[in-house]
């Protein structure tokens, strides 16, 4: 009979799991393979977390999201200058849209996301591993908890 899995060892499995669907798009099947998880819990995964949304959101690049964001910024902008004297500022409903994009667009310049957290951590890993493996192991564990913790 097969050993339980922890929680740490399926949280594990499942993020890998969302990577292989979403940045790797792999089958459902051949991500089964690779992990070790049934294709029926793999295709409960990718509805309960959206992971095709995901999947679609990670074809744009940051640059293309933020060239999109600030196109349709200068958009509204445009629309708000083309109005009459003395009627040229935002509604309510257009001031709310600007100002969630103007914070999107913030956030996107600030904040670094989680996949592009990862690179960074296995090439900083890579890296340590030719010069001390026992340090790269020491260091995986906290590199392991903190991508973990980010993922709460």
Known sequence: ????????????????????????????KEIAEKTGVSEKTIGKWVVDGGWDKLQKNFLLTREEQMGMMLDELNEINAYIKSL??????????????RRKLVKDIKEL??????????????????????VNLQDAQLLSKYCDALIKSLLR
């Open 1 to 28: 009979m097969a050993e339980r899995k922890t929680k740490a060892q399926l949280e594990r499995d499942r993020y890998n799991a969302q990577v292989l669907y979403t940045r790797e798009r792999l089958t459902q």
């Open 109 to 130: 310049e600030t904040k670094a996301a989680l996949p592009e957290i990862i690179a960074a951590l296995k090439i900083l890993l890579d890296f340590i591993r030719k």
């Open 84 to 97: 009459p004297a003395g009627f040229r500022f935002a509604d309510a409903k257009l001031g709310d849209v």
